[in-house]
């Protein structure tokens, strides 16, 4: 009788073909359409697969995992892998990988359009033309906070936040970052940025932006506090994780002037958007759409793909996919890379 293959299940449609190499070695169960898998899905979907291919929406713990004893392997598209308790998934020798590297220039240049359009109120002049309230060209209207000249804080500097540092030496920023540990200098004189203290970062930045990666440390890590600490008139933006952001306490600083705008790409209970932040004008509102180009969402999916197949001990990578998390990668504030 014919030994049975292993087994994988990619949680979402993502690239036939790409999804296709996987079938060399494996029988793969596809979803044929976008879902939002409960967990009780996820757990029945893992029950019997050896590997499993997901994204962010899907959430892997202890729980999706108990029922599954041949599961060896989840690899993540994406670089960000809160979705995934890579301690319990450790736990059980189950190798979780994400995929670094090929997402960050793109999430780079969309950081930067996202804080430009929220300084320059680029959304908010388009829904006031639209909504046919331009009467006529004024001298004061929808100004904006400066770009050029101005002081750039990031808040985590792994690969993107460098990527972001780099795009703000064309435009003459002044670049600040923070980072549990400082960059060596060459990486610091490449980005032309000046490691500061949390503190100082909050006080001087006039455009601050989250890279960082969502962990349970640094939840809220912008609250009502920091956001008393930052430059009256400053900006924030996020393109990284929903849960670093107390989106209360940013809808209060923005509806009190505190701030003059805001950038967010990401959300704490995505895809809801707290009612208080889309009433706000001042904040320019994206759906997770920072990695989102054709030829990048498909490097994510090839590195994922590569990492599943190494990680199940098969292809030129055997036992040694490029990007495995850990629980000390996982439980550490790291920089999103
Ligand atoms: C992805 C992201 O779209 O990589 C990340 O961490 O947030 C996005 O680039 C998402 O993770 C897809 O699963």
């Not at 029988?27 to 029950?47: G, K, Y």
């Not at 020798?93 to 240049?109: K, Q, R």
């Not at 795009?167 to 490691?195: I, Q």
């Not at 759906?287 to 989102?292: L, Q, T």
């Amino acid at each position: 009788m014919a030994e049975s293959r292993p087994k994988v299940w990619v949680s979402q449609p993502l690239y036939e073909d790409l999804e296709a190499r996987l079938e060399q070695w494996f029988d793969v169960t596809r979803t044929a359409q976008v879902t939002d898998h409960a967990p009780a899905a996820i757990a029945a979907a893992l029950a019997d697969a050896d590997g499993a291919l997901v994204t962010l929406n899907d959430r892997i713990g202890a729980a999706e995992i108990a029922g599954a004893p041949r599961l060896r392997a989840v690899a993540n598209v994406g670089v960000g892998y809160n979705n995934l308790d890579v301690a319990a998934l450790a736990a059980r020798g189950i190798v979780a990988t994400n995929t670094p590297g090929v997402l960050t220039e793109t999430t780079a240049d969309f950081g930067f359009a996202l804080m430009m359009a929220a300084a320059r109120r680029i959304t908010e002049a388009e829904h006031w033309l639209r909504d046919g309230r331009w009467q006529g060209w004024g001298f004061h209207q929808m100004l904006g906070a400066e770009i050029h000249g101005s002081t750039l804080g990031i808040l985590g500097m792994g690969r993107i936040g460098q990527g972001i540092a780099r795009r703000a030496r064309g435009f003459g920023m002044r670049v600040l970052y923070h980072n549990r540990s400082r960059l060596p200098d060459a990486v610091e004189r490449d980005c032309a940025a000046t490691w500061v203290a949390r503190e100082s970062l909050l006080a001087e930045s006039d455009h601050l932006v989250l890279v960082l990666p969502y962990t349970a440390a640094n939840h809220h890590v912008i609250d009502a506090v920091a956001l008393a600490r930052m430059k009256p008139g400053a900006t924030l933006t996020n393109i990284a994780r929903g849960g670093l952001v107390d989106e209360g306490a940013l809808a209060d600083a923005l509806q009190a002037g505190r701030l003059a705008a805001a950038g967010l790409d990401v959300f704490e209970g995505e895809p809801a958007v707290d009612p208080r932040l889309t009433a706000c004008r001042n904040v320019v509102l994206t759906p997770h759409i920072a990695s989102a180009s054709l030829p990048t969402r498909r490097a994510m999916v090839s590195l994922a793909v590569d990492n599943l197949v190494a990680a199940m001990g098969q292809g030129p990578d055997a036992g040694r996919p490029s990007d495995p998390v850990t629980p000390q990668t996982g439980g550490k504030a790291v920089p999103l890379q």
